[in-house]
């Protein structure tokens, strides 16, 4: 029944449009005062001993250094780079697409900044050069997906 109740509080604040960090700090606080010991004490050692840990300090790290990133120029020089090494093979926009996003995703961690930055330089380009709308959409998201399997992630 516990459970339920904890659904539907996490529903209504959804329907309700509360920002994602409300919707999960009430879930933890109801979890925490039916499930756990209640204390409002507790629930802050709790949070702040679950949010110590280097590993998870590494993720907004990795977000800011992505942001930093797409705002400067080496998303633009990344691909630079990579249509110097192959643009001039058949297909070489599109290979360099998907080289500098595998660089640019090792270099920032995240996907979703890697597609932000690589894919608002190069999408233009490779329209520009005559490639269908298709073709480079899905170049540039596919390249953007290699950011999950190349550590650092």
Aim: contains cysteine; hydrophobic residues 60%; glycine residues 12%.
């Amino acid at each position: 029944m516990s459970a339920l109740v904890l659904i539907a509080i996490v529903g209504l604040l959804l329907v309700l449009r509360q920002p994602l960090l409300v919707i999960l700090l009430a879930a933890i606080a109801y979890a925490q005062m039916i499930w756990g010991s209640g204390h409002i004490t507790w629930i802050i050692e709790d949070m702040f001993v679950s949010l110590d840990k280097e590993l998870i300090l590494a993720i907004p790290m990795f977000m800011l250094c992505g942001g930093v990133m797409t705002k400067g120029t080496t998303a633009r020089r990344l691909i630079d780079v990579a249509r110097a090494l192959v643009g001039h093979l058949p297909g070489g926009l599109g290979i360099a697409a998907v080289l500098s996003s595998a660089i640019f995703a090792a270099i920032s961690g995240s996907s979703i900044v890697t597609m932000l930055a690589i894919g608002s330089v190069i999408y233009p380009a490779m329209r520009e050069a005559g490639y269908t709308n298709k073709f480079a959409l899905g170049t540039v998201m596919s390249g953007g997906t290699l950011g999950i399997i190349i550590p650092p992630s």
